[in-house]
């Protein structure tokens, strides 16, 4: 008995752990964190994280494991009226996320195949940066890497082998957990300006901290955990009901941000020490990781393995992306599963090919100077995906009724509540959706 739970425990940290790790922890922060001053952006982030994202990954989990179903429908059961169109602000921001999601995936594939072929073998870093931007300025490339990249996925979730796909989650998460030790192994004792990298990280500097510094930070923190969108809402829901939520909301966070964390402790010492710039936005992890295999004894099979687990990686997340949408589509349009996933693999293959050219630097697909890629990665983080978790905690500490929330957060109604969930509902009614109301309305002018 003992053992049965203590394994489903692993089981269910290992699934939502899949979901969340992801581009997000390996690519999306350090490029961020190099852009918004390091040590200042992670400082914010790891507040923000335990502040706003905990709340509303708690109360994802709640109101997905008091109800047992879909997302859109959970919303529908708890009240009637127009919180259903939550639902719907999921489905669409899973539309654009995964339009340029499978477009960075799409660059590991391409990674992957260099590394294999000992493309960078003996190159410089300018040359390295070069190859990359012939890469993205040919068009045709970055697209059909794009496409296969979406095509696996697809496949993937056509054949619903979501026990296949789990399965190999709790054996390739580790691996690319114990890789990526080694490379900051690597980073921190072989390089020679590796000081500069860690301090450009770790040491607080709290004057580089602006409106858009806590802005950016939460959206990352909301899409690294995979949050405002209704996932986790309906990995919740699969949760059993004695497994205990705070905690394991505590444990996915701190995981998370580790493995971000770690990411940065690759990139950054190899960035100053081949004289790369922090701030060069999503090229970062490709420009500066075959830099690292070119010195490392054994790198040309590191970055193989490396560029792999990148992309198995991206595909885990991909996967449940692309899946959220299927769900929707083929049971409120009640289409056949596999017509539904072609059709909207179809339609984000145009936005996902259209995010690939926008950044060929041809002007194609560029609103306002910026290119369609670069929009749709803010726009979904930093508006979408704030304003759906800002919904999901304003009904879980206020529309929800409040014993569903305690019998969730604590595993029991009767008892006084504990002093862990009146901070936590606390943090959930007041603390989180204020927080983010007031950085909206400071951020369009009205405060
Ligand atoms: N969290 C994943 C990452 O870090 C991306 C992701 C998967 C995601 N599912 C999501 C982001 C749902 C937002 C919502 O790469």
Same mark, same amino acid.
């Given at each position: 008995?003992?053992?049965?739970?203590?394994?489903?425990?692993?089981?269910?940290?290992?699934?939502?752990?899949?979901?969340?790790?992801?581009?997000?922890?390996?690519?999306r922060?350090?490029?961020?964190?190099?852009?918004?001053?390091?040590?200042?952006?992670?400082?914010?982030?790891?507040?923000?994280?335990?502040?706003?994202?905990?709340?509303?990954?708690?109360?994802? %989990?709640?109101?997905?494991?008091?109800?047992?179903?879909?997302?859109?429908?959970?919303?529908?059961?708890?009240?009637?009226g127009?919180?259903?169109?939550?639902g719907?602000?999921?489905?669409a921001?899973?539309?654009?996320?995964?339009?340029?999601y499978?477009?960075?995936?799409?660059?590991s594939?391409?990674?992957?195949?260099?590394?294999?072929?000992?493309?960078?073998?003996?190159?410089?870093?300018?040359?390295?940066?070069?190859?990359?931007?012939?890469?993205?300025?040919?068009?045709?490339?970055?697209?059909?890497q794009?496409?296969?990249s979406?095509?696996?996925?697809?496949?993937?979730?056509v054949?619903?082998?979501?026990k296949g796909?789990?399965?190999?989650?709790?054996?390739?998460?580790?691996?690319?957990?114990?890789?990526i030790?080694? %490379?900051?192994?690597?980073? %921190?004792?072989?390089?020679?300006?590796?000081?500069?990298?860690?301090?450009f990280?770790?040491?607080?500097?709290?004057?580089?901290?602006?409106?858009?510094?806590?802005?950016?930070?939460?959206?990352?923190?909301?899409?690294?955990?995979?949050?405002?969108?209704?996932?986790?809402l309906t990995?919740?829901?699969?949760?059993?009901?004695?497994?205990?939520?705070?905690?394991?909301?505590?444990?996915?966070?701190t995981?998370?941000?580790?493995v971000?964390?770690l990411?940065?402790?690759?990139?950054?010492?190899?960035?100053?020490?081949?004289?790369?710039?922090?701030?060069?936005?999503?090229?970062?992890?490709?420009?500066?990781?075959?830099?690292?295999?070119?010195?490392m004894?054994?790198g040309?099979?590191?970055?193989?393995?490396?560029?792999?687990?990148?992309?198995f990686?991206?595909?885990?997340?991909?996967?449940?992306?692309?899946e959220?949408?299927?769900?929707?589509?083929?049971?409120?349009?009640r289409?056949?599963?596999?017509?539904a996933c072609?059709?909207i693999?179809l339609?984000?293959?145009?936005?996902?090919?259209?995010?690939?050219?926008?950044?060929?630097?041809?002007?194609?697909?560029?609103?306002?100077?910026k290119?369609l890629?670069?929009?749709?990665?803010?726009?979904?983080?930093?508006?979408?995906?704030?304003?759906?978790?800002?919904?999901?905690?304003?009904?879980?500490?206020?529309i929800?009724?409040?014993?569903?929330?305690?019998?969730?957060?604590?595993?029991?109604?009767?008892?006084?509540?504990?002093?862990?969930?009146?901070?936590?509902?606390?943090?959930?009614?007041?603390?989180?959706?204020?927080?983010?109301?007031?950085?909206?309305?400071?951020?369009?002018?009205?405060?």
């Open positions: 008995m003992a053992r049965g739970e203590f394994n489903s425990r692993i089981g269910t940290f290992a699934t939502v752990a899949g979901s969340v790790v992801g581009l997000g922890n390996l690519w922060f350090p490029y961020l964190a190099g852009e918004n001053g390091g040590s200042a952006f992670l400082l914010v982030y790891l507040c923000v994280s335990l502040l706003v994202s905990l709340p509303v990954m708690l109360s994802e %989990l709640s109101i997905g494991r008091s109800q047992r179903c879909n997302a859109m429908r959970a919303f529908k059961n708890i009240a009637p127009p919180w259903f169109l939550v719907f602000l999921g489905v921001a899973a539309y654009v996320i995964t339009s340029f499978m477009v960075v995936g799409g660059w594939l391409e990674f992957l195949r260099a590394s294999v072929v000992g493309e960078f073998s003996g190159k410089s870093s300018d040359e390295i940066k070069n190859y990359f931007d012939l890469f993205l300025a040919g068009g045709t490339g970055p697209t059909l794009a496409l296969v979406l095509g696996i996925s697809l496949v993937v979730v054949l619903g082998v979501s796909i789990e399965r190999f989650n709790k054996i390739l998460m580790p691996a690319l957990f114990v890789l030790l080694i %490379l900051v192994c690597n980073s %921190l004792f072989c390089l020679p300006e590796s000081w500069k990298g860690v301090t990280l770790l040491k607080p500097d709290f004057e580089k901290i602006s409106l858009q510094t806590v802005l950016t930070a939460m959206g990352q923190s909301f899409f690294s955990l995979s949050l405002g969108m209704g996932a986790m990995y919740g829901s699969y949760i059993s009901s004695d497994r205990n939520l705070p905690k394991t909301a505590l444990g996915i966070v995981f998370d941000s580790l971000a964390i990411s940065g402790m690759v990139i950054f010492p190899a960035v100053f020490s081949f004289g790369l710039e922090p701030t060069q936005g999503p090229t970062l992890l490709f420009n500066t990781m075959p830099n690292i295999f070119q010195q004894p054994g040309y099979g590191f970055s193989i393995l490396f560029f792999l687990l990148v992309y990686a991206a595909v885990t997340s991909q996967v449940s992306l692309l959220t949408v299927t769900a929707f589509a083929s049971e409120e349009l289409m056949k599963r596999w017509k072609l059709a693999a339609t984000m293959s145009v936005t996902g090919s259209m995010c690939a050219l926008s950044l060929s630097g041809h002007g194609w697909f560029e609103i306002g100077g290119p890629f670069d929009i749709f990665d803010s726009v979904s983080s930093n508006v979408m995906l704030p304003l759906g978790g800002f919904f999901i905690v304003l009904f879980a500490g206020w929800m009724p409040s014993r569903v929330l305690q019998s969730q957060l604590t595993n029991s109604e009767n008892e006084s509540p504990s002093i862990n969930y009146v901070v936590l509902r606390f943090l959930i009614r007041f603390v989180s959706p204020i927080f983010v109301a007031l950085l909206f309305l400071t951020l369009i002018g009205v405060i």
